[in-house]
């Protein structure tokens, strides 16, 4: 069976300091990985996607980046964090070329202070 | 407008009532999806559809792409339905990743 996890669960983090998060799905091969963002309160937006190892496509510019170093893992950092960027990070996997379903993580709360 | 516009913003109901969520689409979009979130920001997709309708217990929903919205179904409120519920559309001919999400409907189940 298929397995995603995240973390941290929850980080706070001044603002200025760097951030990295985690995401790794263990028993599938090549999945689309995707990493999601939710203000408090608000709706998702999906921040980056990636379809094979080393590549990785941003969806909107939030001064983020995201890597695939192994085909299992996705990162999620900035070198500088901002207020805006609080709120709940998910990551998600989708079988490979088929947007038809997803898997969320548990999420990674974040504040920004 | 938005892309994608969810109604209602929040719903509120009494166990063992039906009710329903719909989304509206302002262009043509490949597929649509339905997902709930619990309290605790977990989410699990519900429904994905490419046209036409599917049912999972108590759940229905239908997409009519050549309208331009889909609606969520819920029959016979239980507690452990409460949550927001967000749709999300992939748009035709756009990224075969790309999806935009609604934004949510929250429901409260009450006994």
């Known amino acids: 069976a298929q397995t995603i996890h995240q973390w941290p669960v929850a980080e706070i983090k001044a603002v200025g300091s760097p951030l990295s998060l985690g995401c790794t799905i263990k028993g599938k091969s090549s999945p689309n990985l995707y990493w999601y963002w939710q203000a408090t309160g608000g709706t998702l937006q999906q921040l980056f996607y990636?379809?094979?190892?080393?590549?990785v496509e941003s969806v909107v510019q939030l001064n983020l980046s995201a890597s695939r170093p192994k085909d299992d893992q996705f990162i999620l950092s900035t070198e500088k964090l901002l207020l805006s960027h609080s709120g709940f990070y998910l990551c998600?996997?989708?079988?490979?070329?088929?947007?038809?379903?997803?898997?969320f993580g548990h999420g990674t709360k974040l504040s920004v202070l | 407008g938005m892309p994608v516009e969810q109604n209602p913003p929040a719903l509120s109901l009494y166990e063992g009532a039906d009710s329903g969520l719909r989304c509206n689409f302002s262009t043509t979009m490949k597929s649509v999806q339905w997902f709930q979130q619990n309290h605790r920001g977990r989410l699990i997709t519900l429904f994905y559809?490419?046209?036409g309708t599917k049912e999972n217990g108590r759940l229905k929903s239908t997409f009519n792409s050549k309208e331009r919205y889909s609606t969520l179904h819920i029959k016979d409120a239980q507690l452990e339905d409460s949550g927001t519920y967000f749709c999300?559309?992939?748009?035709?001919?756009?990224?075969?990743?790309?999806?935009?999400f609604g934004k949510g409907t929250k429901l409260s189940v009450k006994s």
């Open positions: 990636s379809i094979t190892v080393g590549q």
């Open positions: 559809l490419a046209q």
């Open positions: 999300a559309a992939e748009l035709t001919g756009g990224s075969n990743a790309k999806l935009t």
């Open positions: 998600a996997w989708s079988p490979q070329l088929s947007n038809e379903r997803l898997f």
